[in-house]
């Protein structure tokens, strides 16, 4: 075996520079929220979600990033219709661990990603409680379709009013740890009994939802 030949196996098994050599964490790209706004379904609209995003990625180390919350927005009283699925960038996407929860936007919305359980972590590393635990969170706000935009022919009631009611209406949610609900999906399972803290609580949620950083 040649010198060249012996460094190359040695680096390649992570001998000769160490493992932090062989493979560097990912920095944090995705999480879930550790609380909501405690608000129920009135998060101040997406801007509002967006800066409870970034304040919570920001105590948690990654205020330098640009952090955008998953959800989807109506059209009406002035706002245009927005889906979440073209807020958070093209990935790749990292949890606070350094695991891959998905390589691009396409893998995302596809059965390639990484929701689950055990890598759906929330801004400092930790599980989020899932079905099976007391009490029950796995309810994620997204007010979308399982393509990642706003449920067709939905208007505002999927969005408990664009983010803004902690009353009427209701909101699209999805379960992190995929159980439960006819289709399983991380991002579309069901609509909340309403839109108040109470009422997210009720159907096994409370209040949390998907944060992505687009830099």
Not at 16 to 36: C, K, N
Not at 87 to 101: D, E, F, K, L
Not at 112 to 124: G, I, P, Q, T
Request: glycine content about 16%; charged content about 15%.
């Amino acid at each position: 075996m040649t010198i060249t030949k012996y460094f190359l196996m040695l680096a390649g098994l992570g001998i000769l520079f160490g493992p932090a050599a062989a493979q560097e964490q990912q920095p944090m790209s995705f999480f879930i929220t550790s609380v909501g706004s405690g608000d129920g379904g009135n998060l101040g609209g997406l801007a509002g979600a967006d800066a409870h995003c970034q304040a919570l990625a920001t105590s948690a180390g990654r205020g330098d990033a640009t952090w955008r919350a998953y959800l989807s927005q109506a059209p009406g009283g002035g706002l245009p219709q927005v889906n979440a699925r073209d807020r958070i960038g093209q990935g790749p996407w990292y949890n606070a661990n350094g695991t891959y929860v998905a390589y691009n936007i396409d893998d995302l919305h596809e059965d390639r990603n990484n929701v689950r359980k055990d890598s759906a972590l929330d801004e400092n590393g930790q599980m989020v409680n899932g079905r099976g635990d007391q009490p029950n969170r796995h309810d994620i706000l997204t007010g979308s379709d399982s393509t990642g935009r706003l449920v067709p022919g939905s208007g505002a009631l999927t969005t408990c009013s664009n983010w803004t009611s902690n009353d009427q209406g209701n909101a699209m949610v999805g379960h992190h740890d995929r159980l439960g609900g006819p289709n399983a999906s991380w991002n579309a399972v069901h609509s909340s009994r309403g839109c108040s803290q109470q009422d997210l609580v009720g159907t096994g949620g409370d209040g949390l939802f998907y944060c992505f950083a687009i830099d």
